[in-house]
């Protein structure tokens, strides 16, 4: 018997230029892999075997052999290129089909320069995970199959390999409305005290639970939140000015994410195990993130779940260095919902992973948001923020001044005024609107008020009547509002505060039914 990892298939990419990792298991003695006229082989432990290929340069179409006594596999139309791992949730998930002029670019889809293995979403092992393995394989670029395919992803690709001229891979590892913690250990998660609750809390709910009672449960919640999801995806298509309130009211409550068991979606390193594990430690270029809005209930912990989310993977995958490209929240409200100031805390929280944990990049993207509609379709600016990242920190193809929008990077006051200074803004800063907007400061009370805002070269002055005596700052410190200040190249200041002392905090925890998977 000779078994390997279904992400092993026709058609896949493997990534140029790296020692690419091989295995699976054989009740053989040895195994030999061949390709491109490079032979390797290797012994095996327990049924298990593992090995290296030695980097190969862009191209192909190759064709891999591996044998193990008397059985063979043989994979074809492989090609070398760049492969990328596309994780998060909702927003990493919208599909091609049915983002921004998605129909269009589906129907008109032809050529070899990107392709995609989704990882099957089950979230439990067992034979439902085993059986829609089976049936997965890498897809080519067609009308018939991108459609599916992540938005974000398909554009950081597609322009990626414009930039390259080479295939690039993606592997789809994500799932809408999942916690970061979904994709992280039971081991990990539990080394830091602080991002614990989230065990804590899913085995306290399943201490005492009655398996079999659950599994009826999570059957009844299925047919229920399918009939759900299908109702309030077809109001938000069709209704002029749509609102969750008149939608639950319409179409009953929103019961998502379900009883919370072993078969939870959300629980806590399920994903890891089901979905993620699956594929590693399949040789990568780098990862990109999109995620955040579902940890938005414990906004000042999520720096530490994101920063072990990198650290998880890149142990798994035995790199500390591999890149992880990273998008910033863009804004959103819901329509009646209060402004909790909680996605503030998720932006500043992915600003400091960028700052403080190496070989990472930040998309910032406040400018894609959509009010009232929590899953903005435009995402090709998105997939091109990816890339100009991946282009500078990965592929040295960039400059600074190409990729970074302004980014706040110090102060000092002058009296009542208090002078904004921002780097990666050496060509100066835009507002695109007749005054420039979002801007607040504060003294010793800690009070904030809107303040006046000039711009001046790379920097902001700002200005309130009812502050005197000015100690802090923040920019689009808030879930939602008018994007105005931008770089010369196009890309939205990030926003910030200038202090982490200030007094702020979050007024309260969103619904999260608004978290909708359709």
Not at 86 to 109: C, F, H, P, T, Y
Not at 165 to 180: P, R, Y
Not at 305 to 331: A, C, E, G, I, Y
Not at 472 to 478: E, K, L, N, V
Request: glycine share 10%.
């Amino acid at each position: 018997m000779l078994k390997m990892p279904v992400v092993f298939s026709d058609s896949m990419v493997l990534q140029r230029n790296k020692n690419i990792a091989v295995w699976g298991e054989s009740d053989g003695d040895k195994v030999t892999v061949e390709i491109n006229g490079c032979i390797v082989e290797t012994g095996t432990i327990n049924g298990k075997w593992s090995l290296y290929l030695p980097p190969m340069q862009a191209g192909g179409p190759y064709t891999m052999t591996v044998k193990s006594g008397g059985d063979i596999l043989q994979y074809n139309d492989i090609m070398a290129g760049e492969v990328w791992l596309a994780g998060g949730q909702s927003n990493m998930e919208l599909e091609l089909q049915n983002s921004k002029d998605g129909s269009s670019i589906v129907q008109n889809a032809s050529g070899d320069n990107v392709r995609f293995y989704y990882v099957p979403k089950v979230c439990w092992e067992g034979e439902e995970l085993y059986q829609a393995e089976a049936e997965s394989s890498w897809d080519k670029l067609s009308p018939g199959t991108c459609g599916r395919w992540s938005a974000v992803a398909y554009h950081f690709a597609n322009k990626l390999s414009e930039k390259l001229g080479v295939t690039v891979g993606i592997i789809g590892c994500n799932w809408g409305g999942t916690s970061a913690s979904c994709w992280i250990s039971r081991e990990f998660l539990g080394q830091d005290n602080r991002i614990a609750s989230y065990l804590k809390e899913y085995d306290e709910i399943i201490e005492n639970q009655d398996f079999e009672e659950y599994l009826k449960e999570m059957e009844e919640y299925t047919i229920y939140q399918a009939e759900f999801d299908k109702n309030v995806s077809n109001y938000y298509a069709t209704s002029p000015n749509p609102t969750w309130e008149e939608a639950t009211s319409l179409f009953g409550e929103n019961r998502y994410p379900g009883p919370v068991g072993p078969h939870s979606v959300n629980r806590p390193a399920g994903l890891y195990e089901s979905m993620l594990k699956r594929v590693m430690p399949y040789t990568l270029a780098g990862f990109l993130y999109y995620q955040g809005e579902e940890d938005d209930h414990k906004p000042y912990i999520y720096y530490e779940l994101l920063s072990t989310l990198v650290r998880q993977w890149r142990h798994d995958w035995k790199d500390n260095k591999l890149p992880f490209m990273l998008v910033q929240l863009p804004m959103f409200r819901s329509d009646g919902e209060p402004d909790y100031q909680n996605w503030p805390f998720i932006r500043e929280a992915q600003m400091k992973l960028y700052e403080t944990v190496k070989n990472t990049g930040i998309a910032v993207i406040l400018d894609c948001g959509e009010y009232n509609n929590i899953h903005p379709v435009d995402k090709e600016p998105v997939g091109e923020r990816l890339m100009l990242q991946a282009m500078y920190h990965v592929y040295g193809g960039a400059g600074e001044e190409e990729v970074y929008g302004p980014v706040y990077s110090s102060y000092f006051v002058d009296g009542r005024k208090m002078h904004i200074m921002f780097k990666y803004a050496e060509t100066g800063l835009k507002c695109k609107a007749e005054e420039e907007k979002g801007f607040e400061i504060a003294g010793a009370d800690k009070k904030y008020y809107p303040a006046d805002a000039v711009i001046s070269g790379n920097s902001v002055i700002l200005e309130s009547d009812k502050v005197k005596a000015p100690l802090y700052a923040r920019y689009c410190w808030t879930n939602y509002s008018e994007v105005t200040l931008f770089g010369a190249n196009g890309i939205p200041a990030a926003p910030f505060r200038t202090s982490t002392e200030d007094g702020a905090e979050y007024t309260g925890s969103r619904n999260t039914g608004l978290i909708v998977t359709h």
